[in-house]
């Protein structure tokens, strides 16, 4: 942390100064009960950032427990939906009001450039907490199912506690993709926040209080994946399971709630391509390209890491996208002019590192090598230069999902080439076509395998259309869209004879 080079805001001084920084259950601010704490650091130079209180299975059995005393009496679940709209309006509003000291947060945590955090990741989560408020206010609870001689309704009720497992990329932007259709429904919620990036989950918890919303209604236990992940997972407390991260995690959680027999929603890994026919204007597409693929220094599920390159402007794009990369300014969170930050962790800066090395070694062309970068002022911090590989479809690179800045460039003749190309990957989050002629892109977009498909665009996500993988990427319905807030209302029929 650099305090005397940077303004930090006073609140945000006072919440890191904690130690700890506490735990949210059941609307009190707590230590874990075997007293644990742990480090969570500053990625832009590797320094402590602040202590937290470190839960395990005990904190987590008492979160289930005190979300499950606010479904059955603290009023949220059956409070008129407007009410409950009302309050998730008011928790919007505070999210703006504080959005300064919510991004200072973000960016420390996760290295994100400031301003990425203030423009996008915050007010993304009042956006959410509005959107699904209002929609659940519009939609029937009771819904008759019309049938020859009974009298018979669909009526959608709150599962009742719904757990969610969260990564640190977009901590705060994901806590309102996740909680806001489960809370707008009436469930009340158990967050386990990835051990990298606490803070700024656990800051919502003061909004969430000052927003009046019922004690136990939300609840926040960090921690670490094997011990706090592992005990939510398998609680026989919970109702409904949302898990965001990689397949290899996804895969336990959903084991464990298949044990309990409890629904689960994996939002998981990817390895996203953009296909580029040769009748667009290549500079502006390769910014974009290179914009994508670099946001959030390249720690996006679904960001354009396989660039395929109609032959015919594959050299000029590829000029122009080194030129552009090399424009990225590396630097820390806070500072103005930052436009990539670090990695999040000394570990992700290897595995960054050591795909490039793997990458090169297997045979891909180096356009642009990557590696490690230095930050004057931050040694210590977790940099990485991005980087542009070349080469065939067989590479480690152009198959796994690395998780960094880095694009793998191919060539293709024509659109079933680069289709074939594209499906050969077992994840299916997102790709983007990129072309003049809408139809062709439009029919390239639909066979490519994955939840979500872009034209002209990468990262795109309106609210109301829904985000989801396939395969490797994950299952259960997604986010995003208006059926998102229909997964966390339990259907039920009810049917009467008529005479
Ligand atoms: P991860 O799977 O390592 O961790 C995710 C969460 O799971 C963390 O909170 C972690 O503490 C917890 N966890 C770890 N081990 C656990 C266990 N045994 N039991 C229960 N919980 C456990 O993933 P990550 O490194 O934090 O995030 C990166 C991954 O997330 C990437 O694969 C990325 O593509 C994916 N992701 C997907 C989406 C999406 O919407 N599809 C969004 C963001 C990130």
Same mark, same amino acid.
């Given at each position: /942390?650099?305090?005397?080079?940077?303004?930090?805001?006073?609140?945000?001084?006072?919440?890191?100064?904690?130690s700890?920084?506490?735990?949210?259950?059941?609307?009190?601010?707590?230590?874990?009960?075997?007293?644990?704490?742990?480090?969570?650091?500053?990625?832009?130079?590797?320094?402590?950032l602040?202590?937290?209180?470190?839960?395990?299975?005990e904190?987590?059995?008492?979160?289930?427990?005190?979300?499950?005393?606010?479904?059955?009496?603290s009023g949220?679940?059956?409070?008129?939906?407007?009410?409950?709209a !009302?309050?998730?309006h008011r928790?919007?509003?505070?999210?703006?009001?504080?959005?300064?000291?919510?991004?200072?947060l973000?960016?420390?945590d996760v290295?994100?450039?400031l301003?990425?955090?203030a423009?996008?990741?915050?007010?993304?989560?009042?956006?959410?907490?509005?959107?699904?408020?209002?929609?659940?206010?519009?939609t029937?609870?009771?819904?008759?199912?019309?049938?020859?001689?009974?009298?018979a309704y669909?009526?959608?009720?709150?599962?009742?506690?719904?757990?969610?497992?969260?990564?640190?990329?977009?901590?705060?932007?994901?806590?309102?993709?996740?909680?806001?259709?489960?809370l707008?429904?009436?469930?009340?919620?158990v967050? #386990?926040?990835?051990?990298?990036t606490?803070?700024s989950?656990?800051?919502?918890?003061?909004?969430?209080?000052?927003?009046?919303?019922?004690?136990? !209604?939300v609840?926040?236990?960090?921690g670490?994946?094997?011990?706090?992940g592992?005990?939510?997972?398998?609680?026989?407390?919970?109702?409904?399971?949302?898990f965001t991260?990689?397949?290899?995690?996804?895969?336990?959680v959903?084991?464990?709630?298949?044990?309990?027999?409890?629904?689960v #929603?994996?939002?998981?890994?990817?390895?996203?391509?953009a296909?580029?026919?040769?009748d667009v204007?290549?500079?502006?597409?390769?910014?974009?390209?290179?914009?994508?693929?670099t946001?959030?220094?390249?720690? !996006?599920?679904?960001?354009?890491?396989?660039?395929?390159?109609?032959?015919?402007?594959?050299?000029?794009?590829?000029?122009?996208a080194?030129?552009?990369?090399?424009?990225?300014?590396?630097?820390?969170g806070?500072?103005?002019?930052?436009m990539?930050?670090p990695?999040?962790?000394?570990?992700?800066?290897?595995?960054?590192?050591?795909?490039?090395?793997?990458?090169?070694?297997?045979?891909a062309?180096?356009?642009?090598p990557?590696?490690?970068?230095?930050?004057?002022?931050h040694?210590?911090?977790?940099?990485? #230069?991005?980087?542009?590989?070349?080469?065939?479809?067989?590479?480690?690179?152009?198959?796994?999902?690395i998780?960094?800045p !880095?694009?793998?460039? /191919?060539?293709?003749?024509?659109?079933?080439?680069?289709?074939?190309?594209?499906?050969?990957?077992?994840?299916?989050l997102?790709?983007?076509?990129?072309?003049?002629?809408?139809?062709?892109?439009?029919?390239?977009?639909?066979?490519?395998v994955?939840?979500?498909?872009?034209?002209?665009?990468?990262?795109?996500?309106?609210?109301?259309?829904p985000?989801a993988g396939?395969?490797?990427?994950? /299952?259960g319905?997604?986010?995003l869209?208006?059926?998102?807030?229909?997964?966390?209302?339990?259907?039920?029929?009810?049917v009467?004879?008529?005479e």
């Amino acid at each position: /942390m650099a305090p005397d080079l940077y303004q930090f805001l006073p609140e945000v001084h006072a919440f890191l100064s904690q130690s700890p920084v506490r735990m949210f259950i059941g609307g009190r601010w707590v230590e874990a009960v075997n007293g644990g704490t742990f480090e969570t650091l500053d990625p832009g130079d590797g320094s402590p950032l602040a202590r937290v209180a470190e839960g395990q299975a005990e904190d987590i059995d008492r979160a289930v427990r005190a979300a499950r005393e606010a479904f059955t009496r603290s009023g949220w679940a059956t409070m008129p939906v407007k009410e409950r709209a !009302v309050l998730l309006h008011r928790l919007a509003d505070l999210v703006e009001k504080n959005c300064a000291v919510l991004a200072q947060l973000e960016s420390l945590d996760v290295g994100k450039p400031l301003s990425a955090a203030a423009t996008v990741d915050i007010p993304n989560v009042a956006q959410t907490l509005r959107w699904y408020a209002d929609l659940a206010v519009h939609t029937r609870l009771r819904e008759p199912i019309p049938v020859a001689h009974y009298e018979a309704y669909q009526a959608r009720t709150p599962y009742g506690v719904a757990a969610f497992i969260l990564p640190w990329n977009f901590p705060m932007l994901l806590v309102g993709w996740n909680l806001a259709p489960a809370l707008a429904a009436g469930n009340t919620v158990v967050v #386990k926040p990835a051990e990298d990036t606490p803070l700024s989950t656990l800051y919502f918890c003061k909004l969430v209080e000052q927003a009046g919303i019922p004690a136990g !209604v939300v609840n926040v236990v960090p921690g670490f994946g094997e011990e706090a992940g592992d005990a939510l997972a398998e609680h026989p407390g919970i109702n409904r399971m949302g898990f965001t991260g990689s397949p290899e995690v996804g895969r336990k959680v959903a084991a464990a709630c298949g044990e309990n027999l409890v629904p689960v #929603k994996l939002e998981l890994g990817g390895k996203g391509a953009a296909v580029v026919f040769d009748d667009v204007d290549v500079e502006e597409v390769a910014t974009k390209l290179v914009e994508a693929v670099t946001f959030n220094t390249g720690q !996006v599920c679904c960001t354009a890491t396989r660039w395929l390159l109609h032959e015919r402007i594959y050299d000029a794009f590829v000029e122009a996208a080194a030129e552009k990369m090399q424009s990225i300014r590396i630097g820390y969170g806070l500072s103005a002019d930052t436009m990539m930050g670090p990695v999040v962790s000394d570990k992700q800066r290897q595995r960054v590192l050591g795909y490039l090395e793997r990458g090169q070694r297997q045979g891909a062309h180096a356009v642009l090598p990557g590696g490690p970068a230095e930050v004057p002022g931050h040694e210590g911090g977790f940099y990485v #230069k991005p980087a542009l590989l070349a080469g065939n479809p067989d590479n480690v690179c152009a198959r796994e999902e690395i998780f960094g800045p !880095v694009a793998y460039l /191919m060539k293709f003749a024509d659109a079933d080439e680069a289709i074939e190309l594209v499906n050969r990957s077992p994840y299916g989050l997102a790709n983007s076509v990129w072309s003049m002629q809408i139809d062709r892109a439009q029919r390239v977009a639909e066979a490519l395998v994955a939840g979500n498909g872009w034209i002209n665009g990468h990262n795109l996500f309106p609210h109301g259309v829904p985000y989801a993988g396939c395969n490797l990427s994950g /299952m259960g319905g997604g986010v995003l869209g208006p059926d998102t807030l229909l997964d966390y209302l339990r259907p039920q029929s009810i049917v009467r004879p008529l005479e």
